[in-house]
């Protein structure tokens, strides 16, 4: 048996990186998964190879209305509604100066304010169900500034508040509220040629010498949902190969390799 068996979740962003990896393993450990993204032809893909255990949703969580309505739907489809996972993200390289207006809103929009309005809508299913686990996907970029990305780092930082809001408010009823803050993480956009100068800065930093894998992250993502962590709740858990561990490291004083 898997630790999902009857488990019905809701994932977004859900059509690369770690939000695929983690609506693929959600699926591989027994739940029913919803697969949300703007990529529907990706989407369609993890689907079949799903097993028929996910489903593909092609949808824009900037688009509120849809996104209420899709968690909405899901839930009286299957009667339930055991997890969510935000997921969906953007990100930009805005110096503060130079930003205009419309960057700024796009990005909290599809961050944060996304975020709620699913766990918004996905909380009173989930309280009408007896509980659930909702689990945000934050970035270490909410603890240190990461530049020219304000509006990320906001976004980030404000997903952190949120989860703790969430928690402290929703926790009697059943209803326990997490983050991840992934470090560098290899998915599409981070290893994409346009990043590889910051990529290759930040390995050089990162105390285990490379980025993680978007499976490691949907690990963490899985335990925080899964009744394994069933009395965690408002926590962030910080993997990021013990970046923000230190203020400084210097790869010439690394010990040699065994």
Not at 12 to 25: C, D, F, K, N, V
Not at 153 to 173: D, I, N, P, Q, Y
Not at 226 to 249: C, H, K, P, Q, R
Request: glycine fraction near 8%.
């Amino acid at each position: 048996m898997g630790r999902f068996d009857t488990t019905v979740a809701f994932v977004t962003g859900a059509s690369t990186g770690i939000g695929r990896a983690t609506a693929a393993r959600l699926a591989a450990e027994g739940a029913t998964v919803v697969a949300a993204a703007r990529s529907l032809d990706r989407l369609e893909d993890l689907a079949a190879e799903s097993g028929g255990r996910i489903a593909a949703l092609g949808l824009d969580v900037r688009d509120s209305d849809a996104l209420r309505a899709a968690v909405r739907a899901s839930a009286a489809r299957h009667g339930r509604l055991d997890v969510l996972v935000n997921c969906a993200g953007v990100s930009r390289l805005d110096p503060i100066l130079e930003m205009d207006d419309q960057h700024w809103h796009d990005v909290l929009q599809t961050n944060l304010t996304a975020a709620f309005v699913a766990s918004q809508e996905a909380a009173r299913h989930m309280a009408a169900g007896g509980g659930g686990a909702i689990v945000n996907v934050a970035s270490i970029d909410a603890f240190a500034a990461d530049s020219p990305a304000v509006h990320y780092c906001v976004s980030k930082a404000g997903m952190v508040a949120m989860t703790r809001s969430f928690a402290h408010e929703l926790g009697g009823l059943g209803i326990r509220t997490n983050a991840v803050a992934p470090g560098l993480t290899a998915t599409p956009m981070t290893m994409d040629e346009s990043w590889e100068r910051v990529t290759r800065a930040y390995e050089s930093r990162i105390p285990m010498r490379r980025p993680a894998t978007p499976e490691e992250q949907a690990a963490v993502v899985c335990f925080l949902a899964s009744a394994d962590a069933s009395y965690v709740n408002g926590e962030t858990v910080i993997a990021d190969g013990g970046l923000l561990s230190g203020m400084w490291y210097d790869p010439a004083d690394a010990p040699a390799v065994r």
